[in-house]
């Protein structure tokens, strides 16, 4: 039989204390690219030029939005790189295990970005260069997110969504439900990352 090759996603969590001390560390396989994934590469393997409106995607709004309709190229294109504060895109998590469907368009309880009850503090989320790693070339995406809520936060879900046209235009590429929960005592930091790759020969 021969090889396959695959593109798909692993996910990595690890939360320290306020000391740095290592309270969890744990990986999980994603098996849950959306729709919206697949909807914006072929919008973007279809078109003659960006400016078309090839398709319509649900945004994390649940409106629609037409894509690609890309004309302005001082604004975000398909990006996930988002800056400190930014709860629109980038890595997201949130706090439901409700099972993942395909069509979804947003986590189904998404922590806000904060200091106050219930809110997660997040930080930058950075893009690395692809790399090969043993039989596999991948990239890293990350972001780190910080409880100063002053009570236990519990992470059930994490997720991409990628910016397009406005940085609150967001589709949401990724939805995963963690294996386990993971708890984030008050003063403590989680860490996202996401590695999405592909087999190679």
Partial sequence: MSEKHVIGAEIEIEVRDKNGRLLEHKKQES??????????????????????????????????????????????????????????????????DEPVEYDDYNLKSKIPNGTGAGQLSYQECTLEEPYKDGTEYKFKITRAFVNNSGATITVKEV????????????????RDVLASPT???????????????????
Avoid at 159 to 174: C, D, F, R, T
Avoid at 183 to 201: E, F, M, N, Q, W
């Fill in 183 to 201: 708890s984030i005592p008050d003063g403590a930091t989680l860490t996202v990352r996401y590695y999405i790759k592909v087999s190679v020969p």
């Fill in 31 to 96: 098996r849950s690219f959306l729709k919206q994934f697949l909807q914006m590469l072929y919008g973007e393997m279809n078109a003659e030029n960006l400016s078309q409106n090839i398709i319509s995607i649900t945004t994390t709004g649940g409106g629609t939005s037409n894509y690609p309709s890309y004309t302005d190229t001082s604004k975000p294109f398909f990006r996930v790189t988002s800056p400190s504060g930014n709860d629109y895109y980038g890595i997201l998590v949130g706090e439901s």
């Fill in 159 to 174: 997720g991409i969504g990628a910016a397009w046209k406005q940085p609150s235009i967001v589709a949401l590429l990724i």
